[in-house]
DNA sequence: TATGAATGAGACTTCATTCAT
DNA sequence: TATGAATGAAGTCTCATTCAT
């Protein structure tokens, strides 16, 4: 069984954006100073000096410096997240998991390996949550629906099967998210992601979770 | 049995700190601004004009932003957290909890009310955290060792009476911290903390979490 | 009999204007680079050199270069023209004029005196006029129907008389301005307007127009 | 009586230019621009967008946007105008005028005709007179010696059989300028230039004219 | 203590112009 | 000839901070 290689995600999107390389290094040193410090707390000037590139350039290609955080975040919610979603999805639907662990194992790890690899979007991400809550409801429940009816379609056969428990989508959704958040949180606000034993946290992760949803004879 | 009301810890620091009307309106228009807009995405001038009082004044008591920056968190980090740590372990030393459930739902309860009732020192700080990490890891540190040995305790007493999977008490943390933040953060971040079902929401998290940390026998 | 003292509007303006003797000095600054180099051509920068005074005092008051340009505007736009016209048309009203020379005299000193005075704002304005036509259409309606208005009705007590050839009032106040334009315009675009033999303009002026407007027997 | 085809002078010249397509769609798409928004308020990059060319191309047979300006600017000063005024006193000559009133009415309707065709580039030469009073006053002075050398001398003729007022041609001038201006410029200024009833126009101006500058017997 | 005018560094952005392709 | 990416100087504007009143 093969993780999906998503950390060349990013630079898969830039080699097929037909931006030239000074404009892919800007997107790029963009990406980590505003994962770094912060939108607000990054300055056009020091994109620039940065990707070794004028000024001008910065805002030949991308407007305005929102343009740059939208050349960032868009193929990441556009593209990537669906992408990403209907990948595992896909591959979910072609596996056959005799048990909860071996199904929760994969998705636990897939995921958080999706995380940690856009960990620096995320992180933008998040911070443009908190600046611009209005902006992103409609994207949250966008995703939402979509998680709902994908993966709340694999819950049901286990729930059928009698070996998951009979909670609302919603409400296990919850945990998984809460459980995954727990490990990889933590080491990305920390600044430490790579250093995450994903392995372990897996095994761990799915260990909590197998117990706490299984259902009581 | 009594919830600690830490609705007002924010108002009764601002009581005790001998400051003018004007200055508490300082930090309390800084306060909801810093949470909406960010630190940086925050002009002195703009809180000067909804706080009601002149430019000056803003940096009078406080010589810089980052002095009223400080103002806030110093005492949510150096005594309200603590404080209320310890105010709740106090309790929790002289309560007798027959069973795992009552003393998680306790535990959870206590806490999702103080997360919420401080959520917007909460957005200041993780705004924080992610600019700029270093600064923060003490802080870290600090709190994790605090809960540590304190919450710990209680933890290895149910443990001892083999109620309690023996898990080491930071994987049992993070649990917590995990299934709880699943219900504050979203709420926090939509910015509908206040609708949240707090009752509800405990109940189903405290169900969960004794499912996941009983032992099998 | 006094012409009215209309140099002094300005100035006048800006001593009721409640402004600091910097952000005095800025419009003063300004509305000579404006009139002499266009409102395009003129930085703010070089404003705030001439102004003696540094380039955030330039915005602090007067919020964005357009602000500069309104303060300038408006005032003349909202009070000095409607002021002026009114001053002099009352005025008008409480003289005896027994014939079209001393009547026109008048009239063209006045309004030539007023334009010589006002050249730099006049100046301005028509490169607004050219930029935004449509901003200032409004504008040209009101003043019109304001002077239709007032000077219509002396001319009218003199065409009553036979005095004065039965055209439109429009037409009349056409010729009126091209006559009195034909001397102000040139010297002002040359910059020489100062230069300009006002008495021997005015009665030139006169002697054309009454020539013209006077009815054919 | 043929009017002179003036409004095609622009695009003959340009015709005759030898620019390629899209450098002649950059001199029309500039024309309008700088009428329209000002010299300064135009951007290269406007014109290349709406000329449909690249920015490069732009600058490749005009060198500067300065360049622009002058291949606007030159034709109309350096052979327009003296063209057109030769074109007119040419027929002048040929023609014989037998009372004022068919003269006055032949000149002031083929300016009237020329400056509403040219009104763009007149818009233009204001601002840029505005701009740069010293640059223009030399091609006031040729063309100011030019029209009274030749329109002088057809005055003269009027004035020697008594039926022209005997004043300095630079006042009859001036009066005939102004009188034409008071049509025309408000409408190009308004815009509506195009509106604008010349026949109607002429007539009237004539009228006034005429009877301005008829001697008193 | 409180005010708010003043500051100047620096932010974002525009734009005329150049040059390799 | 034509393109358009790249440039960097300059423009408008913001903002934390100071200081005389």
New interface residues.
């Given amino acids: 069984m093969e993780i999906s290689n998503v950390e060349t995600l990013f630079d898969k999107t830039l080699q097929e954006s037909k931006l030239t390389a000074k404009q892919q290094s800007v997107l790029k040193v963009s990406l980590n100073l505003f ?1 770094e ?2 939108f ?2 990054t300055s056009t000037s020091e994109i620039a000096k940065q990707a070794g590139v004028s000024e001008g350039t910065v805002f030949k290609q991308f407007k305005t410096k929102d343009g740059i955080l939208a050349a960032l975040l868009n193929p990441f919610l556009d593209q990537v997240v669906p992408m990403a979603a209907t990948e595992f999805l896909t591959e979910v639907k072609d596996l056959r998991f005799d048990d909860l662990t071996a199904f929760f194992n994969y998705v636990i790890k897939d995921r958080m390996t999706f995380a940690i690899a856009n960990q620096k979007q995320l ?1 933008i991400l ?2 443009e ?3 611009n ?1 209005d902006m992103i ?1 409609s994207f ?1 429940d966008k995703i939402v629906s979509r998680i709902l009816n994908t993966f709340g379609k694999s819950l049901q056969t286990f729930k059928d099967r009698g070996i998951l428990v009979d909670w609302p989508t919603e ?1 296990i959704i ?2 998984f ?7 990889i ?1 933590p080491a990305v ?3 430490k992601a790579d250093q995450l034993d994903i392995e372990k946290s897996c095994s ?1 992760a799915t260990e ?2 197998v ?4 259902p ?1 004879k």
Avoid: H, M, N
């Fill in positions: 994962a410090k912060g607000d707390g992180k998040v911070q949550i908190i600046r809550s409801q949250v409400r919850r945990y998210l809460g459980v995954a958040g727990s490990y949180v606000l920390i600044g761990e909590f979770l117990r706490g949803l299984t009581i």
